[in-house]
């Protein structure tokens, strides 16, 4: 079996695991999923063989399958200011509210704030469009690739009936990531879009316009979900795998080393194990959900639709806080943030998905909030058993 298929059979077994947990039952779309990953995967393994195990893997380009013309290119195209929904509105006032409270956050930062260059995203929540074409990305979720009123391309995560609520995970990983001065989460925008337009927008694609029909909630003539804007060359860095997984397990253990040119990735894998630990995302590492920009030096934390669940998996909360309890190196500036983020202003920075409607339960945030606090605790016993500068080692 080649590394990639005996990666996919972890994966396949990882998603039984998932359905187990959550009670649900494979049915014949995971099936037809699951097909659709085997075919693709199968078509991976020769250059997946050949990766260079601590290189950057680089998606294939089937992901998208072929003969959906209408977005299939990856030219820049130039941004028109979009019509937006009542939704799209609701979510960009309420980012004005959250921006409120992220610099609230900053203005009582003792590192001063001073946060990393952010990249150069497509777009932010504060532009809304909705799709005009779309197809389905064959993955576990539903994800389409869609090309917005706007011409900008994103991938839509839609509430969906195979993974209900899990856009929210989204959405509020990328505003606390805000909050916490971490660029590395691409903006994931709420919008509410009009069921039947979107439904028109898939039409002419058939495998889009069923995936759609199957798997949407529509609530009210809307479908809730995220846009995330289109990261063309996203590659993954294989953090689950051999060589790289122990090597970053060095990086961030007590006095390992870290070559130079390796540092500022070393100092993001420290954060993502944090991130991951508060938001309580227990799917980082089942393949493909730690990117890389394409010049290789910003990690980007993608696929965060299982953090911040009301019921998340406990057994993989444990094995996110034996990896928080296994890094003895933290960004400085991160948890001076954590520590000014209290539980009523991680409420104003989570924020609405439309007035009235709170994107996460007030049962979530108290539960980010407690591990926000445990992973201060976590972090300043490590302070006192080794030092401050040994284990704030990053800025
Ligand atoms: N914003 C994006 N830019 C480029 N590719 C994306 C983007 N979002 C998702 N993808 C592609 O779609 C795949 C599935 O998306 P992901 O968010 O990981 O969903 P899933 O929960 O199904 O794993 C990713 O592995 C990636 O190849
Ligand atoms: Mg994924």
């Known amino acids: 079996m080649s590394p990639r298929l005996s990666a996919w059979a972890l994966a396949l077994a990882l998603v039984a695991c998932e359905d187990k947990r959550s009670g649900r039952a494979p049915d014949a779309s995971d099936a037809a999923r699951d097909a659709s990953d085997a075919a693709r995967d199968a078509s991976d393994a020769a250059r997946d063989a050949s990766d260079a195990a601590n290189g950057a893997v680089t998606p294939d380009s089937s992901e998208v399958p072929p003969g959906s013309s209408d977005v299939a290119s990856d030219d820049a ?90 856009y929210k995970g989204e959405a509020a990983a990328y505003r606390l990531a805000e909050a916490l001065g971490i660029p590395n989460v691409p903006p994931a925008c709420v919008r509410a879009f009009d069921a039947r337009a979107a439904a028109a927008a898939l039409a002419p694609n058939a495998a889009a316009a069923k995936l759609f029909a199957d798997e949407a909630i529509v609530e009210g003539g809307k479908v809730y979900g995220v846009v995330i804007p289109w990261i063309d060359g996203l590659s993954f860095w294989p953090l689950e795998r051999e060589p790289l997984r122990s090597e970053a397990r060095a990086w961030l253990a007590a ?59 406990k057994d993989r909360l444990t094995e996110n806080k034996a990896r928080l309890d296994a890094t003895a190196r933290f960004s400085r500036r991160l948890i001076a943030r954590a520590r000014a983020l209290d539980e009523a202003r991680l409420a104003s920075v989570l924020g609405e998905e439309a007035p009235g409607r709170p994107l996460v339960s007030a049962t979530v945030v108290s539960a980010v909030a407690r591990r926000i606090a445990a992973l201060v605790a976590v972090v300043d016993a490590k302070i006192v058993a080794r030092g401050e500068a040994a284990t704030l080692y990053f800025p």
Request: some cysteine; aromatic content about 8%.
């Open 255 to 313: 006095g390992g080393a870290i070559p130079p040119a390796k540092l500022e990735l070393a100092r993001q894998a420290s954060t993502l194990v944090a991130f991951d630990f508060i938001t309580g995302n227990w799917d980082r590492y089942s393949g493909e959900n730690v990117g890389l920009d394409r010049s290789g030096s910003r990690v980007l934390y993608v696929d965060n639709d299982a953090a911040f669940m009301e019921l998340p998996p």
């Open 77 to 166: 195209s130039s941004f028109v200011l979009p019509e937006s929904s009542d939704g799209a509105r609701a979510d960009a006032s309420s980012d004005a509210a959250r921006a409120d409270a992220s610099s609230a956050v900053r203005a009582e930062d003792p590192d001063g704030g001073a946060a990393d260059a952010k990249p150069a995203w497509a777009f932010d929540c504060t532009d809304a469009s909705a799709p005009k074409a779309g197809k389905s990305i064959g993955h576990t979720s539903v994800v389409f690739k869609v090309e917005l009123a706007s011409g900008k391309k994103a991938a839509w995560k839609p509430n969906a009936k195979n993974v209900k609520g899990r």
